[in-house]
């Protein structure tokens, strides 16, 4: 269903003891429950930084629940947990019922959660603020790309640079930011754009 992936969200969680458990749920409602059944917007992981035990609130899973109807909900005899050692990766769609266990331990438990989703969809979290252009300049492009400084197909993603009308291009491809092609927002830029439109890379 599209060309590119991007970087979707990234978080630490932190499950402190006592902490109840999560409300089960599908994280592909992040887009209002307007996206086809049949399109999977989002992939899921999350990754072990303690260890997954039942008793300290390991991910709860509903396997199959990516097939159900909406509408659907869980029975507790059809949840599972993730179980797993420390440096584990549990891997999950966003259509998969799931949640943060209950964590009934002394200790915390923590997990680091990174998911992707297609190229053109809205990020869950805003990724231009969380890395605005200053920083992620300092990235290699692959990682600038899944950021979403990249066109995310034919028409998506390209911006025009802050000049007075008529004094650059009005479009101009994110990866020209950092590629080093374009060293200031004048003619240069316009040049470069122009002859990547002339060879159809636009």
Same mark, same amino acid.
């Given at each position: 269903?599209?060309?590119?992936?991007?970087?979707?969200?990234?978080?630490?969680?932190?499950?402190?003891?006592?902490?109840?458990?999560?409300?089960l749920?599908?994280?592909?409602?992040?887009?209002?429950?307007y996206?086809?059944?049949?399109?999977?917007?989002?992939?899921n992981?999350?990754?072990?930084v303690?260890?997954?035990?039942?008793?300290?609130?390991?991910?709860q899973?509903?396997?199959? !629940?990516?097939?159900?109807?909406?509408? =659907?909900?869980?029975? $507790?005899e059809?949840? &599972?947990?993730?179980?797993? #050692?420390? *440096?584990s990766?549990l891997?999950?769609?966003?259509?998969?019922?799931?949640s943060?266990?209950?964590?009934?331990?002394?200790?915390?438990?923590?997990?680091?959660?990174?998911?992707?989703?297609?190229?053109?969809?809205?990020?869950?979290?805003?990724?231009?603020l !969380?890395?605005?252009?200053?920083?992620? =300049?300092?990235?290699? $492009?692959e990682?600038? &790309?899944?950021?979403?400084? #990249?066109? *995310?197909?034919?028409?998506?993603?390209?911006?025009?640079?802050?000049?007075?009308?008529?004094?650059?291009?009005?479009?101009?491809?994110?990866?020209?930011?950092f590629n080093?092609?374009?060293?200031?927002?004048?003619?240069?830029?316009?040049?470069?754009?122009?002859?990547?439109?002339?060879?159809?890379?636009?």
């Open positions: 269903f599209c060309e590119t992936i991007q970087l979707h969200l990234t978080q630490l969680i932190r499950l402190r003891p006592g902490q109840g458990a999560q409300v749920h599908r994280d592909r409602l992040a887009w209002g429950g996206l086809p059944a049949d399109i999977e917007p989002q992939f992981t999350i990754w072990a303690t260890d997954f035990t039942q008793d300290n609130g390991a991910t899973v509903v396997p199959g !629940s990516h097939r159900w109807d909406p509408k =659907r909900t869980a029975q $507790p059809e949840i &599972a947990y993730a179980e797993m #050692a420390a *440096g990766v891997i999950y769609s966003g259509s998969v019922i799931h943060g266990g209950e964590n009934a331990a002394s200790a915390d438990r923590i997990g680091l959660n990174i998911t992707y989703t297609l190229g053109w969809l809205r990020q869950e979290e805003n990724q231009y !969380s890395c605005p252009p200053e920083i992620a =300049r300092q990235f290699d $492009p990682l600038q &790309a899944l950021l979403g400084y #990249a066109m *995310g197909s034919y028409a998506l993603g390209y911006f025009t640079p802050p000049l007075p009308p008529g004094q650059g291009p009005e479009v101009v491809p994110p990866e020209f930011l080093g092609k374009v060293a200031s927002w004048g003619e240069e830029m316009y040049q470069n754009t122009s002859a990547r439109a002339a060879e159809g890379k636009l």
